[in-house]
């Protein structure tokens, strides 16, 4: 489980010993003793009086980390602003700010992580007023002086450097690199040093401005203080923080892992540092009560079985501790980290994964499954020791969910863990599909000496390709990480083999072809489909054509087998073709609407002069209204062929059976395709404007060159552009900061679309 920082505990658990604990729960907070509010300027504030000790720990959080930094990912600039927050406001110079912490202590400080920024004190009760004060009055009312901006980016470039010398941070952040491709966890809170020094003032202002207002802000209060005289000073101290307009920040959704990932790194130390990461489940899964278990007996404790056996009696590391961390931004992960020797990297990972498949194949004993679930117990309550880890705990269960009961529950919920809930979770999630490697090495270490081994110990499956008879590439994967197979059959085909009259045929082919077969009808064949849970899809694009069908594994045969029917033996009926060339003539009524699709078509008619790539997949109004049924019939007799067919099969137990069972039912698929010869457009002698005026009220502006094909080296410098120009996968880069930050547009992004043949790089906006 992680909520905020609950699972810090998780990764230095071989710090502590067993507990024996009576009373457990007394020093937790329970949910009947919090007053929860929400403000109406949407400010979300919680108190909970704790007389345990005469003191009071007073946090500030606000939902802007790493991942919420949107066009600023990779710059730091929450943390930046976390360093400036404090250094002066309308009222007070930073050396009046101090002056007055130190009249109750000086005990406030703040930190940075991946989804919110801290600022807190600790001090006796009786300072409660002037420690809010302070907290209330820099948070709303910070100036960020020019000066003092200067002097932390300094700071903070020494921070860099410093990171950049600890090699277990390092481990970390490679590791959210290598697993996560899309998900912004990837960056670094501190950020890329070539990044942050891109920040201005003006950029920590606008940030400042955006994600420091009431509805993304909570204010929480623990210890020994009278609760409602507490609230009604805390909304007082808040009463001029106005509500302001806020956008919550929706984060990219990760992709499905599908094999293992591995990243080497090179750093001038002593020890080889190893890390294994398994994809696991976010914190609202309820999965994560046995993983949290699963990882207890795995490696926390001296006890534990990678301690004992890895450790201890093989002695193939100097440490390793496992963990469980589910984050409340949807994603988590079980991890593994070790320090060792860098010769010993083969035969650790190898023993790391003997324990592994040993707990997958039989249950743990009731006695280790007790012992594991009193580790955590003891470690949990450790962080209730405090008055400030119970307001750090209550700000993360509000945090992660609004349940101010959240930890308060999580003990009851884990006490029921079984030992067969255990072995299920690890074979559920321990899997190789699911696993990222990364290793640090001594400077001067080949990596040859830690390659060779990692290759035989994961035993990766590749994907196999082979050549059947009459042209057909089939492509298998096995799937012992997955319960479902995913189908593809692709053709080359699409507007890249259409007319100027035939255009949209490809399109109309593909819809007609899930409407039945010689053998089924429409209705037939959607109830037969949905019976077995499958997922279908057909669609045509500019060099392709495709059909998808996703099925359990156990349906796998009949799922094969209705694809083959789709592909070899189409209906393609009068009547359904005259309501899908009906649906499609509104769909292309439809584009001409659209903001991006109608400037998009106008910029490739004029882009290429005869090639097809100037030609919309979907057709026009023209050309699909003169479409016959003998039209779509010649366009599939040319290409739907087994020369022309590439077929995926993922997700299958066994590369033979699958190649087997597809030989079998493409045995009489017959014919070779006919290739139209398509000849390249010379390059343009001028430069082309086109104004097309609409009744709109945002205006539309697309800039396009030829570019390359897919087969082309030049395209990685070309995706390396779009990178610099507008981002990888979110908004960002030049163009986005010059004229988004200049208010000149609302979006502006680029791309490069490559073809078999040629494409094009363009650059479009949308603005007033």
């Given at each position: ?123 006796p009760s009786q300072y409660f007023d002037k420690v809010l004060f302070l907290l209330s009055h820099c948070y709303t009312g910070a100036t960020l002086p ?403 069908l996703e099925v359990l594994q156990e349906d796998f045969d009949r799922g094969l087998e209705i694809l083959a029917d789709i592909l070899m033996n189409p ?198």
């Open positions: 489980m992680n909520s905020m920082c609950k699972r810090a505990g998780i990764l230095i658990a071989a710090l502590f010993a067993l507990t024996s604990l009576t009373g457990a729960y007394s020093a937790m907070i329970s949910p009947d003793e919090v007053l929860l509010k929400r403000l109406p300027s949407g400010l979300t504030v919680a108190v909970a009086e704790d007389h345990s000790a005469p003191v009071v720990a007073v946090r500030i959080i606000v939902r802007a980390g790493t991942i919420y930094e949107q066009e600023y990912l990779g710059c730091g600039i929450s943390h930046f602003l976390e360093h400036v927050e404090s250094d002066g406001t309308s009222a007070m110079t930073k050396d009046k700010i101090e002056d007055f912490s130190d009249q109750f202590g000086g005990l406030t400080n703040a930190y940075t992580t991946t989804d919110h920024t801290c600022y807190h004190a600790v001090a020019e000066k003092e901006v200067e002097t932390q980016r300094g700071i903070i470039l020494n921070e860099i450097a410093k990171d950049q010398d600890e090699p277990l941070r390092v481990l970390w952040r490679e590791m959210m690199g290598t697993m996560f491709r899309r998900h912004p966890i990837r960056y670094p809170t501190i950020g890329k040093e070539e990044l942050f020094m891109q920040l201005t003032r003006d950029d920590l202002l606008k940030y400042y401005h955006r994600m420091y207002v009431p509805e993304n802000t909570m204010v929480l209060a623990v210890g020994d203080i009278d609760q409602a005289e507490a609230m009604a000073k805390i909304e007082k101290a808040f009463e001029s923080f106005e509500a302001r307009p806020f956008a919550p920040v929706i984060l990219p959704e990760e992709p499905q892992q599908l094999e293992p990932r591995k990243s080497v790194i090179e750093m001038d130390v002593n020890l080889a540092y190893l890390m294994l990461g398994y994809r696991t489940v976010p914190l609202q899964h309820p999965d994560l009560y046995a993983l949290d278990v699963l990882a207890a007996i795995l490696g926390e404790g001296r006890s534990s079985r990678m301690v004992q056996n890895v450790k201890d009696k093989k002695c193939l590391v100097h440490d390793i501790v496992v963990s469980s961390w589910t984050a409340n931004y949807g994603i988590g992960a079980t991890l593994i980290r070790a320090a060792l020797q860098h010769d010993k990297i083969d035969e650790a990972i190898a023993a790391i994964h003997e324990e592994i498949e040993a707990i997958k194949s039989s249950k743990v004993s009731e006695l280790e499954l007790s012992k594991a679930k009193k580790t955590i117990k003891s470690h949990y309550l450790m962080d209730y020791e405090t008055m400030e880890q119970k307001a750090s705990l209550l700000g993360a269960d509000i945090l992660a969910t609004g349940d101010v009961g959240l930890n308060y529950r999580y003990l009851d919920r884990m006490e029921k863990v079984t030992a067969q809930e255990v072995m299920d979770v690890a074979n559920k999630y321990l899997i190789q599909s699911q696993l990222s490697v990364v290793t640090i090495l001594p400077k001067g270490t080949t990596k040859d000496e830690t390659e060779t081994g990692a290759q035989k110990a994961f035993q990766r499956r590749n994907i196999k390709k082979t050549d059947l008879e009459k042209g057909i590439r089939l492509l298998t994967q096995q799937g012992d990480a997955t319960s479902t197979v995913s189908i593809d059959a692709y053709f080359l085909g699409g507007t890249r083999y259409e007319t100027a009259e035939t255009n949209g045929v490809g399109n109309l082919m593909t819809a007609l072809l899930l409407k039945g077969t010689k053998t089924k009808s429409a209705e037939d064949l959607a109830l037969t489909l949905d019976q077995m849970g499958a997922k279908i899809s057909a669609s045509s694009d500019m060099n392709t054509f495709h059909v998808s209906a393609f009926n009068e009547d359904e073709f005259k309501k899908q060339q009906e649906q499609a003539l509104g769909l292309i009524k439809r584009k001409a609407d659209d903001w991006y699709d109608r400037p998009s078509r106008l910029m490739l008619a004029n882009l290429f002069t005869s090639h097809p790539y100037r030609l919309s997949k979907y057709g026009t109004t023209e050309s699909v209204s003169k479409l016959t049924v003998d039209d779509v019939w010649e366009y599939y007799d040319a290409n739907v062929k087994p020369d022309n067919l590439v077929l995926s099969v993922f997700g299958v137990k066994d590369h033979g059976y699958a190649e087997k069972q597809v030989s079998e039912l493409f045995s009489k698929f017959e014919g070779k395709a006919v290739r139209p010869t398509i000849v390249l457009d010379p390059p343009l002698d001028r430069n082309i404007e086109v104004l097309d005026k609409t009744g709109w009220k945002q205006a539309s502006v697309f800039s396009a060159f030829r570019s390359c094909s897919i087969s082309d080296e030049d395209r990685f410098a070309l995706d390396v552009l779009d990178g610099v120009l507008s981002g990888i996968y979110s908004p960002g880069g030049r163009l986005h900061k010059r004229l988004r930050g200049a208010e000149l547009v609302y979006l502006v992004h680029a791309g490069n679309r490559l073809g078999v043949d040629p494409g094009w790089f363009s650059v479009y906006a949308s603005c007033l």
